[in-house]
T-cell receptor
């Protein structure tokens, strides 16, 4: 695609429900990153994929958070039993090879509100 | 661990003023350094980058020089415009952290006409 696409753009969910956030990276980009942007916390890393494998899951805040990537392309971030502190903008980024020098392209984000 | 510190905002300037947003970093390796910008209602986009010491990144009139001796990557622009109003993020990445971006807190810039 032309850019990184995330869906939905906005999601309001009740506390305790599960949510799935989707990311379509730029075609051909092997590296994919999830970040979270919340008030008072800034931007924080969640998980990194190289192809379909996730060599770095160190940023996932709890075992309620999981992510997968299939076909070296689409990624899904799942939050189970959502809590109010999960409210944030979830950002996905992709880069060509994940070698640091490559520019990371960001999606518009999914704004998650847990009520 | 690696970290990025940037000046707190908001920074409010008049149009055509000189801009400096300070950014310093801590890293054990040899990171690449970035400035990202987030315009109101839009996603993050790369403004400029530098991948080794003494490199200067530049774009849209903005510049930043990778200073290893002072571990800094300050963002400058000689004459700001109202359209530069946005949140600016300094970030680094390196091999030891799988090239994830480590972010500063962001600096909100407000330019008044």
């Amino acid at each position: 695609g032309a850019g990184v696409s995330q869906s939905p753009s906005n999601k309001v969910t009740e506390k305790g429900k599960d949510v799935e956030l989707r990311c379509d990276p730029i075609s051909g980009h092997t590296a994919l990153y999830w970040y979270r942007q919340s008030l008072g916390q800034g931007l924080e890393f969640l998980i990194y994929f190289q192809g379909n494998s996730a060599p770095d899951k160190s940023g996932l805040p709890s075992d309620r958070f999981s992510a997968e990537r299939t076909g070296g392309s689409v990624s899904t971030l799942t939050i189970q039993r959502t809590q109010q502190e999960d409210s944030a903008v979830y950002l996905c980024a992709s880069s060509l090879g994940g070698k640091g020098r490559d520019e990371a392209f960001f999606g518009q984000g999914t704004r998650l509100t847990v009520v | 661990g690696n970290s990025v510190t940037q000046m707190e905002g908001p920074v409010t300037l008049s149009e055509e003023a000189f801009l400096t947003i300070n950014c310093t970093y801590t890293a054990t390796g040899y990171p690449s350094l970035f400035w990202y910008v987030q315009y109101p209602g839009e996603g993050l986009q790369l403004l400029l980058k530098a991948t080794k010491a003494d490199d200067k990144g530049s774009n849209k009139g903005f510049e930043a020089t990778y200073r290893k001796e002072t571990t800094s990557f300050h963002l400058e622009k000689g004459s700001v415009q109202v359209s530069d109003s946005a949140v600016y993020f300094c970030a680094l990445s390196d091999r030891q952290s799988n090239y994830q971006l480590i972010w500063g807190a962001g600096t909100k810039l407000i330019i008044k006409p």
